[in-house]
C-alpha cells in the first residue's frame, strides 16, 4: 500500500496512476461529506468531482504546500467546494428560502425515531433541507464550526447563522416528528 | 415518547453522519481526469510545454523548407569532377563519402563550394578569414579531413556591407584533400588520428587558391540561401524627428457657410513631433521583410479656427476658437519593406494605429496613419527613413473640422540585433 507522502508526490508530478489511486482511497468518505451538503445524489457528485479537481491542480500548481493530514486537507477542500456551490445555488436562486417552522411544535419527543433512522434516511432528511438550513446544519452540528466562523464562510452575520441553526433544528425535528407519528 | 434535546441530536447525527461514506457515480474519474492537466504535465510547466511543441512544429516546418531549397536544381554553375570536399558542416553532403577514387584525385587547388550553385551569387556574398582546427580521416594519413572555421562577413555586389545582413557569424566547412602537406603537429604531439592540429598559415592557401569563386571574385564566395535569409531577423528601435501639417477638412454642416482656420506660425507649437518605437523585424520571403513595431508620438498643435454660420434669421454668426497643446499618442505599427524596386534604397509602405489624449485626440480618439517612403543605408547598424504619413482620425476631433494630419518624418533606424546566418 502507498504511503500518503508517495502519493502526493505522485500527485505533484500529475501522474495518472497516483491521482487515481488517491480518489479511490478517499472517494467513499469525500462522497459522505458531499452527500450532506447537497440536496441530491446528483449534486453531490457535481460536488465531489469539482473538490478532485480542486485538490489535483492544488497538488500540481502548490507544489511547496505542506499537507500535515492528506485527509484533513481533503475533507477541508470538499467542504470548501459545497460552500462555492452554495453561492451558486444562492446566487441562482435569489434570497435565501426560509421555511416557515412552527418553534413551538419543534420541542418534541423523537430520540427513537432519530435513533432508529439510518444514515441514508437521516441524510435524505438533511438534503431535504432548504440550502441555508443545511449548509449552517452541517457546518455547525457536523464539521463543529462557530457562529463566527460560519458567518465567515458563508457570507452572512453571526445572528443569521444561529437562527438559521435553530430553524434548521426545528425543522429536522418536526419532520422526525412526522415520521414519529407515521411510524408510531 | 420523549423531546430530543439539542445536544442528544448533535452527537447522534455526529455518530451517524461525520465518518459517512458511499460511492461516488462510476463514472467520476472519467470525468475528474477530463479536466485534469495532460498525463506527465504538470499544470505549471503546461504551457510551456505547448509553447516548447509550436517550438518544435515550426523548428521541423522550417526544416522541410530548408531541405527543399537545398534540393531545389542548381542553376548554372557546374561542378568540378575534381571537385572535391568543401562541404557545409551542417549538410553532411554525400560528397565526403563518395568513392576513393574521387578523394584520391581532389586537390587543393580546385575544390569547388559544393553548395555554390544553390546560391544567388548575385546577391549577397561573404569573405573568409580566420583559422581552424583540423581533424584527420581514419584509414590513411595522406586523405585529411580538415574542418574550418570561418568568418562571414556578408557582402554585397558593389562591395558594400548589406545593412540587412550585417555581422559576422561563424561557418563550418569540411574539406577532404590529399594535398594538405602544410599541416603539421604541434611540437611534442604525434601523428595521430582525430588529433587536433593548427593550421600553421595554410588557411592563407585555402583562402586564395582553393576557392570556387563564383562571378571571379577572389576572396568571396557565394553563402546565400532563401533559408538563411528567412531566418534572420532582428530587433530594431527607432526614433523619428516629425514635422507635421495637416488638413482641416470642414465637417458637412447646412449652416455653416464658411470656415477657416489659421496654424500658429510658432514651428515648435504648432509643427514639431517626436516618434520612438520599438520593434522587430523579420523575413517575408527574399526581398520583402516585414517589420512590427510599438512606440510613443508627441506632437504639438496651435490653431485657431474660425467658423461662419448662417442663423435662422439669415444672419450670419462668427465663432472663434482655439485648439492648442501637445498630444500623446501610444503607437502600435507595421511596416513593409520591398527589395523588388531597389536594393540600396527598399520602398517602405506603413501602417499605423495612434491612440491618445490630446486636444487634436480628444476624447481618447485614435488615428490610423498610412506611410510610405524608402530606406538608405548610413552605417553598419544604422539607416534613415525618408517616411510621409497621412492619417485618418477616427473621431471628430474639433468641433466643426476634421483635422487629416500629414506627417513628414525622417525615421532613424537602429539594428539592435541580428540572428546568425549559416
Redesign the interface.
Known amino acids: 500500500m502507498i504511503s500518503e507522502v508517495d502519493l502526493i508526490k505522485l500527485c505533484?508530478?500529475?501522474?495518472?496512476k497516483g491521482?487515481?489511486q488517491l480518489?479511490d482511497l478517499f472517494?467513499?468518505?469525500?462522497?459522505?461529506i458531499?452527500?450532506?451538503y447537497a440536496s441530491s445524489?446528483m449534486e453531490?457528485?457535481d460536488i465531489?468531482?469539482e473538490a478532485?479537481?480542486k485538490i489535483?491542480?492544488s497538488l500540481?500548481?502548490n507544489?511547496t504546500i505542506e499537507i500535515v493530514s492528506l485527509g484533513a486537507w481533503i475533507h477541508r477542500i470538499t467542504t470548501n467546494t459545497a460552500i462555492t456551490f452554495y453561492y451558486k445555488e444562492r446566487n441562482n436562486n435569489g434570497v435565501l428560502q426560509l421555511d416557515q417552522v412552527n418553534e413551538k411544535n419543534s420541542?418534541?419527543?423523537?430520540?427513537?425515531?432519530?435513533?432508529a433512522?439510518?444514515?441514508e434516511e437521516?441524510?435524505s432528511l438533511?438534503q431535504e433541507m432548504p440550502l441555508g438550513y443545511r449548509m449552517v446544519f452541517n457546518l455547525a452540528?457536523?464539521e463543529g464550526f462557530d457562529h463566527r466562523e460560519i458567518g465567515n464562510k458563508l457570507g452572512i452575520t453571526e445572528s443569521s447563522s444561529r437562527s438559521q441553526l435553530t430553524r434548521a433544528?426545528a425543522w429536522?425535528?418536526e419532520r422526525?416528528t412526522k415520521k414519529?407519528l407515521l411510524y408510531? | 415518547m420523549g423531546s430530543i434535546s439539542d445536544t442528544k441530536l448533535k452527537s447522534l447525527l455526529q455518530e451517524k453522519l461525520s465518518n459517512y461514506e458511499s460511492d461516488p457515480s462510476p463514472r467520476s474519474w472519467e470525468r475528474i481526469q477530463n479536466d485534469l492537466p495532460q498525463t506527465g504535465v504538470s499544470g505549471i510547466r503546461s504551457s510551456t510545454v505547448k509553447f516548447a511543441l509550436v517550438v518544435v512544429v515550426l523548428t521541423f516546418l522550417n526544416g522541410v523548407v530548408q531541405k527543399y531549397y537545398k534540393n531545389l536544381p542548381a542553376p548554372s554553375t557546374t561542378h568540378s569532377p575534381q571537385s572535391a570536399f568543401l562541404t557545409d558542416s551542417s549538410s553532411h553532403n554525400k560528397k565526403l563519402w563518395d568513392p576513393p577514387k574521387q578523394m584520391a584525385t581532389s586537390s587543393i587547388k580546385d575544390i569547388a563550394v559544393d553548395q555554390a550553385p544553390r546560391f544567388d551569387s548575385s546577391f549577397v556574398k561573404y569573405s573568409t578569414s580566420g583559422v581552424g582546427a583540423s581533424h584527420f580521416s581514419a584509414g590513411t594519413q595522406d586523405l585529411v579531413l580538415v574542418n574550418v572555421l570561418l568568418k562571414e562577413t556578408y557582402i554585397l555586389e558593389n562591395n558594400e556591407v548589406d545593412a540587412d545582413s550585417l555581422g559576422s557569424s561563424d561557418k563550418e566547412i569540411n574539406i577532404f584533400t590529399d594535398q594538405f602537406t602544410p599541416i603539421k603537429p604541434l611540437p611534442g604531439e604525434s601523428f595521430d588520428l582525430n588529433k587536433v592540429f593548427e593550421f600553421q598559415d595554410s588557411i592563407s592557401e585555402i583562402d586564395v587558391h582553393s576557392r570556387h569563386i563564383p562571378n571571379n571574385r577572389l576572396d568571396s564566395l557565394s553563402s546565400y540561401t532563401t533559408h538563411s535569409q528567412l531566418s534572420r531577423g532582428h530587433w530594431i528601435a527607432k526614433f523619428a524627428p516629425l514635422y507635421m501639417t495637416g488638413v482641416f477638412i470642414p465637417l458637412t454642416r447646412d449652416n455653416i457657410l464658411v470656415s477657416n482656420y489659421v496654424q500658429s506660425p510658432n514651428i515648435l507649437k504648432n509643427r514639431l513631433g517626436l516618434t520612438l518605437e520599438f520593434g522587430y523585424h523579420h523575413m517575408l520571403s527574399k526581398k520583402n521583410q516585414l517589420e512590427y513595431t510599438i512606440g510613443y508620438k508627441v506632437f504639438s498643435k496651435d490653431i485657431v479656427y474660425t467658423t461662419t454660420f448662417l442663423s435662422a434669421e439669415r444672419n450670419t454668426e462668427v465663432l472663434t476658437s482655439r485648439i492648442s497643446g501637445v498630444n500623446h499618442l501610444i503607437k502600435i505599427g507595421a511596416s513593409l519593406r520591398s527589395l523588388m524596386f531597389s536594393r540600396n534604397y527598399p520602398m517602405l509602405v506603413s501602417f499605423s494605429y495612434e491612440k491618445g489624449l490630446g486636444p487634436i485626440t480628444a476624447h481618447g480618439g485614435s488615428i490610423i496613419n498610412y506611410g510610405f517612403g524608402f530606406e538608405t543605408s548610413i552605417a553598419a547598424r544604422w539607416s534613415l527613413r525618408p517616411m510621409v504619413s497621412y492619417g485618418i482620425p477616427q473621431l471628430k476631433h474639433v468641433e466643426h473640422f476634421a483635422f487629416r494630419p500629414i506627417g513628414w518624418s525622417i525615421e532613424v533606424v537602429w539594428k539592435l540585433s541580428q540572428k546568425k546566418g549559416k
Open positions: 505533484r508530478k500529475n501522474d495518472r491521482q487515481q480518489f472517494k467513499r468518505k469525500v462522497m459522505g458531499c452527500l450532506r445524489r453531490a457528485d465531489l468531482q478532485f479537481i489535483f491542480h500540481i500548481r507544489e420541542v418534541v419527543s423523537a430520540e427513537s425515531v432519530l435513533e433512522l439510518n444514515e437521516l441524510l438533511i452540528i457536523i433544528k429536522l425535528k422526525i414519529e408510531g
